[in-house]
């Protein structure tokens, strides 16, 4: 089975600042995908971010980065230079083995950037 | 690409009607659509798993009999909540898994609708 944990209800931000959102996991596959998704309050889910479990290098989207620290099976979510359009859930979720498992997600964060 | 429409976006029912929310792959093909649900400020809670040509198959604690979830092809997956109540409200967001074409490997990334939010009266 596998768990992931968002341990942060909410965040703060101001414009322009660097915010970590926080995402840890359990798992027994051998191989998994870590993945970011962002819901504005219109509710669609938005894909920012993927990273394997054998990806040498951490993942990085423009913006997004991923923090990823497989012995303390964490895979944080940095956002780089705060915009207010980041205002929104984030949710951290993986998937198993294989490309064809289901998600599993966790219960997301909420961040809010303020001018 | 790899876009999904769900619609509609939002619909109100009376008590005891049934209501349809179609998710459709516009650009490409999914072998495989999920259902979710989403109540306020929570995560999403996966309902059911369905492919195409085949029946769907229901997360535990998921009634069948009240969410009736087709996927006749490959682009389009329809969820009916029957005979409605106001404990169904909620939100309802389907995804995709494209169907792939080619050897590169596949990262499991899902491509969402936009959502459903039903209130029954």
């Known amino acids: 089975a596998q768990k992931i944990t968002q341990t942060q209800p909410g965040m703060f931000v101001q414009e322009k600042e660097a915010v970590t959102l926080d995402c840890t996991y359990d798992?027994?596959?051998?191989?998994?995908?870590l993945f970011w998704y962002k819901q504005p309050s219109s509710g669609e889910m938005i894909f920012l971010i993927y990273?394997?479990?054998?990806?040498?290098q951490n993942a990085t989207e423009g913006r997004y980065s991923l923090n990823f620290q497989k012995a303390r099976k964490s895979a944080n979510l940095v956002i780089s230079a705060s915009q207010l359009g980041d205002s929104a859930m984030y949710f951290c979720a993986m998937r198993g083995v294989s490309g064809y498992s289901t998600l599993t997600f966790g219960k997301g964060t909420m961040l809010l950037v303020s001018p | 690409g790899a876009v999904v429409s769900q619609h509609p976006s939002w619909v109100i029912c009376k008590s005891g009607t049934s209501v349809k929310i179609e998710c459709r792959s516009l650009?490409?093909?999914?072998?495989?659509m999920f259902w979710y649900r989403q109540f306020p400020k929570q995560s999403l809670m996966l309902m059911a798993t369905?492919?195409?040509?085949?029946?769907?198959?229901?997360e535990q604690g998921v009634e069948k009999d009240k969410f009736l979830i087709n996927h006749a092809s490959l682009t389009l997956s329809t969820l009916t909540v029957t005979s409605a109540h106001p404990e169904d409200s909620s939100f309802y967001i389907c995804?995709?898994?494209?169907?792939?074409?080619?050897?590169?490997?596949?990262?499991?990334?899902?491509?969402f609708g936009e959502g459903s939010r039903l209130t029954v009266l």
């Open positions: 798992t027994s596959d051998p191989s998994y995908g």
């Open positions: 995804s995709a898994r494209p169907k792939l074409t080619s050897g590169r490997g596949y990262t499991g990334e899902l491509f």
């Open positions: 369905s492919n195409e040509g085949s029946k769907a198959t229901y």
């Open positions: 990273q394997g479990s054998y990806d040498q």
């Open positions: 650009d490409f093909q999914a072998t495989t």
